[in-house]
């Protein structure tokens, strides 16, 4: 079967996402029928083979290169290129097949829901103890179920594309995206799983932590963050009476936190440094 228009648009920024394209791409494209998905990779400031290795799929990808090393600046080259909806913004060093992307197109639109998201699965082969420890915990935040963040895929309808578009530059997009909608905008299509891979290392889960902090500060700046999206005391407490295993956990991702925003707070106004995380990358 031939799609005479794609049933979805998706927009992928890569910054030396090489090895990440080479195991996200076949996925997404292995069993998609010919035209069914436009596929645009915006390679943003590489300087490895992320251009070379989208192109290897030939018109089953465009390819876009910007000189500028900013996935805000990659988000808005895709974006302007945008015709068929819905869109889908999909990370490069995460792993979604075709079924899966049908799924999650198939529920934009469903029941008033304008922005959704896959059900997130963890590959934790080689986490350390004390990573998989805080991701333990973390995986089972309210917000974190709920909310479109930390899954690197977000789908939106033309209405939640017209929505995104317009939000300013912000570190932590997926956050932006996940605020800019309400509760009852917004979904997880059960159907549809996505894998990523987590900081392999406590250090590396660090450098993750200071960068969210960073984008949280700033979105709160602007009151972009509610209530819901945040972590509070209590919302721990109620984890540890409700699942007693996370108990020990807990105090390891009550620390991680601590030191992320003591470490954010001295790197403040930095933002010339992306705390990027290669433990992942090489997963």
């Known amino acids: 079967m031939a799609y005479e228009s794609p049933s979805a648009t998706v ?3 890569a ?10 791409l076949p996925a997404l494209l292995g069993s998609a ?7 645009i990779v915006v390679c943003n400031g590489c300087t490895d083979g992320s251009a070379d290795e989208a192109a290897r799929h030939g018109d089953d990808v465009e390819v876009i290169e910007l000189a500028e090393a900013s996935k805000a600046a990659a988000l808005e080259a895709g ?3 945008v015709e068929s909806f819905p869109v889908v913004y999909v990370d490069a060093d995460v792993a979604l097949d075709a079924t899966s992307l049908r799924a999650l197109v198939s529920f934009v639109g469903h029941e008033g829901i ?16 004390a990573a998989g420890w805080y991701y333990d915990v973390w995986e089972r935040l309210p917000q974190v179920r709920t909310g479109l963040f930390g899954r690197g895929v977000i789908a939106v309808s033309e209405q ?15 956050l932006a995206f996940s605020e800019a909608f309400e509760p009852s905008e917004r979904g997880i299509a059960e159907d549809a799983v996505v894998t990523v891979w987590p900081a392999r290392t406590w250090r590396a889960l660090l450098k993750r932590r200071i960068r969210v902090v960073q984008g949280n500060r700033e ?7 509610s ?37 954010e707070r001295m790197r403040r106004g930095d933002r010339s440094t992306w705390h990027r995380d290669e433990t992942s990358r090489t997963a």
């Open 227 to 263: 209530d819901s999206a945040s972590t509070g005391i209590g919302d721990l407490v109620a984890l540890g009476r409700a699942e007693p295993r996370l108990i020990l956990r807990l105090p390891v991702f009550v620390a991680t936190a601590v030191i992320a925003r003591a470490a």
């Open 33 to 39: 029928e010919p035209g069914e998905f436009r596929v």
């Open 15 to 24: 910054h030396n996402e090489e090895s990440g394209l080479r195991r996200l």
């Open 219 to 225: 979105l709160g700046k602007d009151g972009l963050v």
């Open 114 to 129: 304008v922005a959704a998201g896959p059900v997130r699965r963890q590959d934790r082969a080689g986490v350390s103890l």
């Open 160 to 174: 939640g594309f017209t929505r995104v578009r317009a939000l300013p530059r912000y570190i932590s997009d997926d």
């Open 79 to 81: 974006g302007a290129l």
């Open 11 to 13: 927009v992928v920024p």
